[in-house]
């Protein structure tokens, strides 16, 4: 599969234990390439004012994933913790209000209706994404009541109501992390017995999704307490 190489795996990007050189590295080249990258964009930023279009051109920045770089021992994309999984978004053009910074969690997908929304176009009924535009103009304050993640059978994830949960059924292993106290997700609460209603609250809800996304990956038996 694309991205899961064996030389492209986390545990090979850096030697163990990761050593406070090995992070700068990374980081430093990971620095050096948004820096690369914020050129570029200035050139077709600057070519676009110059095409007298700017005015009827809508803009969307994004990336399709993080890196961990350093944070918990990681350097890559293979995980669902925030440094991966959570990437910008800056959306500007007529139409999109001007300074408005929104913390509702979106998926990527949810871009293309967004576009058509925008352009005044129906989006054809398999889209199973949002529009963000209900947001933008302060009509809702989100577009999902929870959001779920998935790398390949090894890993699922749910956020919802302030809190995370990430389960890893090889293993298996359940992590819990309340975002509003610990946006750094350092903290695991999974095994503290006020934390049961909680797992149980966001096992239900990420069976749903799965069921919603056609994940047929069964949690149940790595997992036969909480779900």
Do not use: W
């Not at 993080?66 to 007529?94: E, I, W």
């Not at 999109?96 to 929304?117: N, S």
């Not at 535009?133 to 109501?161: F, K, T």
């Not at 292993?173 to 966001?202: G, Y």
């Amino acid at each position: 599969a694309i991205g899961c190489g064996k030389s492209l795996r986390d545990e090979r990007l850096a030697p163990f234990p990761r050593t406070p050189h090995a992070v700068k590295v990374h980081r430093q080249e990971y620095y050096a390439i948004v820096t690369h990258m914020d050129e570029q964009i200035g050139r077709i930023l600057d070519a676009l004012q110059a095409s007298a279009k700017a005015e009827r051109t809508v803009i969307f920045f994004s990336a399709d994933h993080g890196l961990a770089v350093g944070h918990h021992g990681l350097m890559g994309k293979q995980n669902l913790f925030d440094p991966s999984v959570r990437v910008p978004l800056v959306v500007t053009g007529p139409g999109v209000a001007k300074g408005k910074r929104i913390a509702a969690p979106v998926y990527l997908q949810d871009i293309m209706p967004t576009t058509l929304d925008l352009a005044r176009a129906p989006a054809p009924d398999h889209v199973q994404f949002r529009s963000l535009m209900p947001v933008l103009r302060g009509e809702r304050d989100r577009s999902y009541d929870a959001i779920y993640g998935a790398y390949r059978d090894l890993q699922r994830m749910v956020a919802d109501d302030g809190y995370k949960m990430i389960l890893y059924p090889k293993v298996p292993t359940v992590l819990l992390f309340n975002l509003r106290e610990d946006p750094l997700e350092m903290h695991n609460l999974a095994e503290a017995p006020a934390s049961r209603p909680i797992l149980k609250r966001l096992a239900a809800t990420l069976q749903r999704l799965q069921k919603e996304a056609g994940d047929s990956l069964d949690l149940t038996k790595a997992f036969p307490g909480m779900m």
